[in-house]
């Protein structure tokens, strides 16, 4: 939906985005990046009233990602997803994703580390994971309960190092984290 691509000192505040067709926002090779105060719905912007009867509609629905981006803060941002909350990556051959802290994150889905070429110092805290999705009738895997991930793709030769969980509340989940 927004893909920002080699932008230095990108500031997005007090957003709304909803109804997104795959990823929400996810900027590509930024330095200097802050979301903050941004409220995303992208399941239909419907969920707050449909909680238990909504269908999920699409697929990979990530609310607030990053690829191979340096500088990055997500602060007091509201998620509502349909894959992940906060995917941080670093895909891109030329880039690499650095010091990153997403903080005072309310997500319904998990905050999630993934396909690193070159990932590090990233910082989760003060953040609140939901894994209580109602009722999903078409797709409901066990890993959408789970409150955080570390995901590396099998065709991938990365590293992720220094990954810091702190202060997470996981509410209604099945699993706190998969690896």
Known sequence: MVAPIGVHGLVI???????SPEWTFDPLLCVGVAVRR?????FSGEYA??????????????GLDMDSCEDVLYDSNVVHSGDDCTA???MAPQGKTRNVTVRNQSCI???????????????????TVDGDWGKVPLYEPRWWHTAHRIKMDPHTNG??????????VANSVDLVSEI
């Open 159 to 168: 590293t992720l190092q220094r990954i810091t969980y702190r202060n997470i």
């Open 38 to 42: 941004c409220f995303v719905d992208a």
């Open 88 to 90: 941080v990556y670093s």
């Open 49 to 62: 009233v449909l909680r238990d009867a909504f269908e999920y509609n699409g697929h990979n629905v990530d």
């Open 109 to 127: 889905t998990p905050l999630t580390v993934t396909h690193g070429l070159d990932t590090a110092d990233i910082l989760f805290e003060d953040s």
């Open 13 to 19: 505040e007090d957003l709304y985005l909803t109804k």
